[in-house]
């Protein structure tokens, strides 16, 4: 690939890395049967099992997390269907590059009969124009289009684009996954590492957890591990540490994972798991999550979920507030962590948040009706002649008004927002 656009850019999916490439690179499937992960996708059955057998039909969007084998398959799936493969990044490219492979695309359409396959690695980074850059050559047929993505593509690709492509979602690869993948990396003699250097199965099992399904952080974890046994040898655990130093959590702060570890929080808080919310607030923390953040999100935990039933829980919130912007972090996340496990014990009702809900849309879809007389005050001889205060009872010193005293408006009388007990 010499080229940005033109013949020179086409290119053999699976053409062979150079020695020198990161291990890896070096370590990228050539064949289908050495692809590891997405068995729902490529096992017997599976959506691209079924395109690696009889070729690409339709464009494809593959949503995953990094190092889960997007690129790998997109251009497993390239060399099995047999088209004229033209890659590159939404990274480097802009809408001049774009313009100029879909116009060779056509040409080459018009020239040989045969499609080409674009492969757009990072796609959501394109914005909305150069997404529409596609359309008209997707439309005619000119190209099938595979586009992949970190990110949501939900809220990322345009509508239009999304409706001309079928959007696979990848998972992050399992423990046992990125084993095989290390053990097989150790073995091969061509592109991996040749038995120069061994690893115990618990040694490669800490390097997969530390991975987080990712294979590419995975091997390369291994190649660093083996650089820093320079005469070969077992990989022993002060090299392993060294390599590894400390785990740099995979989060985005502003993207899907903010959003998916939140809601696990809440979700677990609200469902009473003291592990499980300790478990993600301090995930949360490690990743560098806005302390205030996470604290303003305890806050409202403690008036939607937990509300009447312990009031109390929202001092522990609002104290907790307090507490870290006094001492700041480390010890002031200790406090944040108090309030989590506070509020997860703590009993729960939505009592509250559902009348204020329900008062809310009252509100909103009556009419307003002038405060009753007998609720108004009468600061003057006016007021009192008009009749306002007139019939009011004190009900400390008249224990029937509770009951015999209405305060709705009349077009809300008899309404109740909580039962009886509220």
């Known amino acids: ?99 100029e492979v879909m116009v060779e695309a056509a040409r080459e359409r018009e020239r040989s009969g045969k499609r080409t396959l674009v492969f757009v690695d990072e796609i959501h980074r394109f914005n909305k124009a150069q997404q529409d850059a596609f359309l008209p050559y997707l439309e005619r047929g000119e190209i099938l289009m595979i586009g992949a993505t970190t990110e949501n593509p939900s809220f990322e690709l345009n509508s239009a684009l999304l409706s001309r492509a079928r959007t696979l979602i990848l998972e992050p690869l399992a423990v046992d996954a990125l084993v095989a993948l290390l053990r097989r990396a150790l073995a091969d003699g061509e592109h991996g590492l040749g038995g120069r250097v061994t690893a115990e199965d618990a040694l490669l099992l800490r390097i997969a957890h530390a991975s987080d399904g990712d294979a590419r952080r995975a091997l390369n974890l291994l190649e660093s591990a083996a650089e820093l046994t320079p005469n070969g040898g077992a990989i022993d655990e002060a090299t392993l540490a060294t390599a590894l130093q400390r785990k740099v959590l995979a989060y985005d702060k502003s993207g899907e994972q903010h959003y998916d570890l939140i809601s696990a929080l809440h979700k677990s808080i609200r469902n009473s798991d003291e592990n499980a919310s300790l478990y993600w607030l301090v995930r949360m923390l490690e990743a560098g999550e806005d302390r205030i953040f996470l604290a303003r999100r305890m806050i409202r935990m403690a008036v939607e979920d937990i509300g009447l039933a312990d009031p109390f829980a929202l001092r522990v919130a609002l104290d907790a507030v307090e507490t870290w912007e006094r001492l700041g972090s480390p010890e002031g996340e200790l406090a944040l962590a108090q309030a989590a496990v506070y509020l997860a014990r703590a009993k729960k009702s939505n009592a509250l948040y559902v009348a204020y809900g329900e008062a809310k849309a009252d509100v909103e879809g009556t009419a307003a009706e002038p405060v009753p007389l007998h609720l108004r005050n009468a600061p003057t001889k006016l007021m009192k002649a008009a009749g306002f205060g007139e019939g009011y009872r004190y009900a400390h010193d008249d224990p029937k008004a509770k009951d015999e005293m209405t305060c709705l408006p009349p077009g809300l009388l008899g309404k109740r927002y909580f039962g009886r007990k509220g």
């Open 1 to 99: 690939m010499s080229d940005l656009f033109g013949d020179e850019r086409a290119e053999d999916p699976l053409e062979p890395t150079h020695a020198g490439a990161p291990l890896a690179d070096r370590m990228r499937p050539r064949a289908p049967t050495d692809y590891v992960g997405q068995t729902h996708l490529v096992a017997d059955g599976g959506f691209v099992a079924n395109v690696l057998t009889k070729g690409l039909k339709q464009s494809l969007i593959l949503w995953g997390p990094p190092g889960s084998g997007k690129t790998t398959l997109a251009r497993l799936i390239a060399s099995a269907s047999g088209l004229r493969f033209v890659p590159f990044s939404a990274v480097l490219a802009g809408i001049k590059e774009v313009k």
